[in-house]
Nanobody, 119 residues
Framework: QVQLEESGGGLVQVGGSLRLSCVAS????????MGWHRQAPGKQREWVAD??????SYSDSVKGRFTISKDSAADAVYLQMNNLQPEDTAVYYC??????????????WGQGTQVTVSS
């Protein structure tokens, strides 16, 4: 199975920064996509960013402000969020999608971490 541990959410003022972390506990998987989605109150969950084979991808709403990176020595990803805006307020969920092994093809989600941007 896959266990995801997220951290780094919190309350920040407009223009501030936060760094989210997600560590995956998984065995026998070495090809995967990891990333972040978010869900604001009353809205559907939306894709934010992900990274696969060292290549990051971003939604248009965060491009240029957020940076996703992967720990080269561990199954972990980080989301550096700069110039945060009120519309970034949401619960952020880590996603792990294995591409090999018996767990391949499924989406595994973290429990979510709250990010609140105050104006």
């Amino acid at each position: 199975q896959v266990q995801l541990e997220e951290s780094g959410g919190g309350l920040v003022q407009v223009g501030g920064s936060l760094r989210l972390s997600c560590v995956a506990s998984v065995s026998r998987v070495n090809i995967y996509t990891m990333g972040w989605h978010r869900q604001a109150p009353g809205k559907q969950r939306e894709w934010v960013a992900d990274i696969y084979n060292g290549r990051p991808s971003y939604s248009d709403s965060v491009k240029g402000r957020f940076t996703i990176s992967k720990d080269s020595a561990a199954d972990a990803v980080y989301l550096q969020m700069n110039n945060l805006q009120p519309e970034d307020t949401a619960v952020y969920y880590c996603l792990f999608h294995p591409h090999n092994g018996r767990l391949r093809g499924r989406d595994y989600w973290g429990q979510g971490t709250q990010v609140t941007v105050s104006s």
